[in-house]
Nanobody, 127 residues
């Protein structure tokens, strides 16, 4: 299974970006998708996740109300729509898939829960 994240870039504060996560080698239907980010000098942190059937979405408090996660099973692509971007959103963003497809408790926040990872895409928000 390969994941290709794209859509990052350099944007001003308040702007929007949509990240994409294209998968190959396995259909996206039946798997959950997560997005994480890693800023310089910091640990990788959870951003958002969506269950296999898209019925449940989870967000970090820092992005709730600004980011929206989705996936298009027909296109085997996951998305992270980011709006009202802030300088603290600057990081490398990674997508990942969890083949179990659903989460209990706050398992979606755990990087070890995910089976496959993309290479990351840089998002830089300038103030």
């Amino acid at each position: 299974v390969q994941l290709q994240a794209s859509g990052g870039g350099l944007v001003p504060v308040g702007d929007s970006l949509r990240l994409s996560c294209a998968t190959s080698g396995r259909a996206l239907s039946g798997v959950a998708v997560g997005w994480f980010r890693e800023a310089p000098g910091k640990d990788r942190e959870f951003v958002a996740a969506i269950s296999w059937n898209s019925r449940s979405a989870y967000y970090a408090d820092s992005v709730k109300g600004r980011f929206t996660i989705s996936k298009d099973d027909a296109k085997n692509t996951g998305y992270l729509q980011m709006s009202n971007l802030k300088p603290e959103d600057t990081a490398v963003y990674y997508c990942a898939v969890d083949i179990l497809g659903d989460f209990t408790g706050r398992a979606y926040e755990n990087t070890r829960r995910y089976d496959y990872w993309g290479q990351g895409t840089q998002v830089t928000v300038s103030s």
